[in-house]
Nanobody, 115 residues
Framework: QVQLVESGGGLVQPGGSLSLSCAASTNIFEFNAVGWYRQAPGKQRELVASINVGGNTDYADSVKGRFTISRDGAKNTVALQMNTLKPEDTAIYYC?????????WGPGTQVTVSS
């Protein structure tokens, strides 16, 4: 089973930027899709961004125009560039992979947007 490790979370002021990275232990092109979910306190986990094997991307409406997902097949990494961050972006961000309906999750990384 693939192992996922996220990095890059932290504390940032509103309007700032952060870049998250997820390192996978296997070839990321083996999966139907890879990407990022997040979960804020008291809320359900929600999809933030995904990229499928064909390179098509999908974003939550709340992050469109601010977040960009990318992948590096040579390094088996998935990145999430987050710009113009807002306090409501505060959450634990989880990297995931999906084959059909089977999901694998990383342990998560905390992102806090606060002044």
């Amino acid at each position: 089973q693939v192992q996922l490790v996220e990095s890059g979370g932290g504390l940032v002021q509103p309007g700032g930027s952060l870049s998250l990275s997820c390192a996978a232990s296997t070839n990321i092109f083996e999966f139907n899709a890879v990407g990022w979910y997040r979960q804020a306190p008291g809320k359900q986990r929600e999809l933030v961004a995904s990229i499928n094997v064909g390179g098509n991307t999908d974003y939550a409406d709340s992050v469109k125009g601010r977040f960009t997902i990318s992948r590096d097949g040579a390094k088996n990494t998935v990145a999430l560039q987050m710009n113009t961050l807002k306090p409501e972006d505060t959450a634990i961000y989880y990297c995931y992979t999906r084959i059909l309906r089977r999901y694998t999750w990383g342990p998560g990384t905390q992102v806090t947007v606060s002044s």
